[in-house]
């Protein structure tokens, strides 16, 4: 097989009718439409180092924060901290309290005080 052809090899061809579009600008032939896939949520695994398990909390919350700063579809709420060879002991960072008009509290886990939605000027709610 010289050129990866055969004479005997099926050959497909799509013959174009009327110019090959109708009258709303799409091809006569084309595959069937596919049906959106339903959007998923997915996880990244940063690794750093730190000396123990407070420096790592906190180098976490400011990884975490730093990255919604720059990506804001970034699901803050959901971030949390393992150690590199224990995922099954992952911990929330932020504490994600539910408000009364249904916002998240975007403040640390097991934060003393109010609870507080995300932004400056958020809802405040909770037995400070």
Request: aromatic share 8%.
């Amino acid at each position: 097989m010289r050129d990866n052809t055969s004479p005997y090899w099926r050959q497909r061809t799509v013959e174009r009718l009327g110019g090959g579009r109708d009258a709303g600008g799409a091809p006569l032939l084309a595959p069937p439409p596919r049906a959106a896939r339903p959007v998923r949520f997915y996880t990244v695994h940063l690794g750093f180092t730190a000396a123990g398990p407070a420096d790592a909390r906190e180098l976490a919350v400011g990884y975490a924060e730093a990255l919604s700063l720059l990506r804001p579809e970034l699901a803050l709420g959901a971030a949390a901290l393992s150690p590199a060879d224990a995922w099954h002991r992952a911990e929330r960072l932020f504490c994600g309290a539910v408000g009364p008009d249904g916002e998240r509290c975007a403040d640390v886990a097991e934060h003393p005080g109010f609870h507080h939605a995300a932004g400056p000027g958020g809802l405040g709610w909770g037995d400070g």
